[in-house]
């Protein structure tokens, strides 16, 4: 059976660069013993990543610092009917634990109203990842904006396209919308001193990136 582990990424509050929290990344371990990205999310439940989540949560210590932990679902997963579930037995179970679910794809507005709220009376936030990519593009998220607490930005992504000159314009768009609706915003990608620059400019202060610490094995 293949073997899985998270990997975490810290982000970065600006005002007192400090650590508020960790994205954790699945990873899968190759025959050379080399990690990389899961050939399908879905090939290990949400019920086995949970169990992982809780070992890297007591690692981290997260629980004793308040730092966040986020961790990613997209819509297979969250349309698993027993995902909901073994999300609400971790909040439990670890109730100290600051917990974020980061939503990769855009689901319905029917299917996220029954998640949000059922997430928020457990104090988990719920967070649209990838923000103007994929499925993630404002007319599809546009309805869904109500009922999440935050969106993320994720700079490399236009990177890998070739399509890094339009950062800023995009950065102008979400950072308004962020604004107007009450949301926090998480910049994803910050590899230097520019892209700092860039975020403080239209007043974004999470940071997460290369520049901070790339994904690692706790």
Partial sequence: MPK???FVQPQIDQHD???IGYEAL???QQRDQSWSLPRSFTAISVADQIKLLE???ATLNVAATQQTLAFNLNNRQLRDPFTLGAILVFKKQLAQVALSIELTEAPSLEEL????TVLHQYDIKVIIDDVGTGSNTYPNIQHLLPYVDAIKFAM???RATH???QIPHELAFWSNIAKTYRLGLVLEGVENAADQALA???GITIHQGYLYGKPSLV
């Fill in 163 to 165: 399509n890094a000159d």
């Fill in 55 to 57: 070992e890297t949560a």
């Fill in 26 to 28: 699945l990873r899968q």
């Fill in 200 to 202: 403080k400019k239209y």
């Fill in 17 to 19: 660069h400090q650590v």
């Fill in 113 to 116: 109203i029954l998640f949000s």
């Fill in 156 to 158: 490399q992504n236009l």
């Fill in 4 to 6: 899985y582990r998270f």
